[in-house]
Nanobody, 121 residues
Framework: VQLVESGGGLVQAGGSLRLSCATF????????MGWFRQAPGKEREFVAC????????NYSSSAKGRFTISRDNAKNTVSLQMNSLETDDTDVYYC???????????????WGQGTQVTISS
């Protein structure tokens, strides 16, 4: 199973970015998908997750109202639209796959390599 993130970059505070995660080597609809983020020296933290059908989502308090997770089961991809970005959103963002929606790192079986998001003031 391989997860490959893309879409990270440098953007000014208040701007937007859209992260994508392409998945290979498994039956995509069998998995819930999540996005996490991690700063150097800190624990990886939950951002958002979505169930296999895309009908249920969950967000961290910091992501709610600004970020939107979605998935395209025909293309085996999951995306994270991030709006109203803040400097505190600067992190490496990871997508992950799990049997069910979850907010904890240990609930996820497969991880991507991460994509850097940097928000400038």
């Amino acid at each position: 199973v391989q997860l490959v993130e893309s879409g990270g970059g440098l953007v000014q505070a208040g701007g937007s970015l859209r992260l994508s995660c392409a998945t290979f080597g498994h039956t995509f609809i069998n998995y819930a998908m999540g996005w996490f983020r991690q700063a150097p020296g800190k624990e990886r933290e939950f951002v958002a997750c979505i169930n296999w059908s895309g009908t249920s989502t969950n967000y961290s308090s910091s992501a709610k109202g600004r970020f939107t997770i979605s998935r395209d089961n025909a293309k085996n991809t999951v995306s994270l639209q991030m709006n109203s970005l803040e400097t505190d959103d600067t992190d490496v963002y990871y997508c992950a796959a799990a049997p069910l929606m979850g907010v904890f790192v240990n609930e996820y079986d497969f991880w991507g390599q991460g994509t850097q998001v940097t928000i400038s003031s």
